[in-house]
């Protein structure tokens, strides 16, 4: 029977912040050290675990006469990731702020920038004017020719597989129901189906 495994440091953390988070109390350490069992995590490894837990704040203590108290409430570990955020984002903020500042630079208004804006938007618009143009030459575009020439293709095989349906179709009718042939023949030339009717070549 394998050995069971014991708790890492993470899982330790956890279940001694769930002891305060459940009871909303104070504690001493040996109180601490008799309910850490309880959780799985052994009565040794206590003081270590909450020494790591008070280092990142997430449990506080305080000394009263010559007893040293520990508690934490969920709204602790809250407000820790609420610091923490707004730490973050402000140094994003500095960051978007010192490359905004960067970027400007050589960016500043003078008369070569202008002329240089204007050089760009004539040379946009040169540019657009010559895609339209080529648009135009579209048809004789080697690829749109090739493709042009697959949909004929296509439809050309599509045409005839659906003249053979029909040809099947006028068969059967034929033969299913030969007193009916004058209401057939009518019905066929109705429908656009006449003796001219054949396969594309």
Request: charged share 30%; glycine share 2%; aromatic share 8%.
């Amino acid at each position: 029977m394998s050995k069971k495994r014991g708790l890492s440091l993470d899982e330790k953390r956890e279940q001694i912040l769930q002891i305060f988070y459940d009871s909303k109390n104070f504690y001493l350490l040996k109180e601490l050290e008799k309910l850490g069992p309880k959780r799985g995590v052994i009565s040794q490894s206590v003081k270590d675990v909450v020494q790591s837990l008070v280092d990142d704040d997430l449990v506080l203590k305080d000394k009263i006469g010559t007893s040293v108290y520990f508690w934490s409430l969920p709204s602790c570990a809250s407000n820790q990731e609420t610091e923490s955020d707004l730490a973050n984002r402000t140094k994003r903020l500095k960051e978007l702020v010192e490359q905004r500042d960067s970027l400007k630079r050589g960016r500043e208004e003078s008369d070569e920038r202008v002329t240089a804006l204007d050089e760009l938007k004539t040379v946009e618009m040169q540019h657009k004017r010559l895609k339209e143009q080529l648009s135009c030459y579209a048809d004789n575009d080697p690829a749109t020719i090739e493709a042009m020439r697959n949909a004929i293709e296509v439809a050309h095989s599509a045409a005839n597989r659906w003249t053979d349906n029909i040809f099947t179709l006028q068969h059967w009718c034929s033969t299913s129901f030969p007193q009916a042939k004058e209401q057939l023949v009518h019905l066929y030339r109705e429908a656009g189906i006449n003796e001219d009717f054949e396969y594309l070549q």
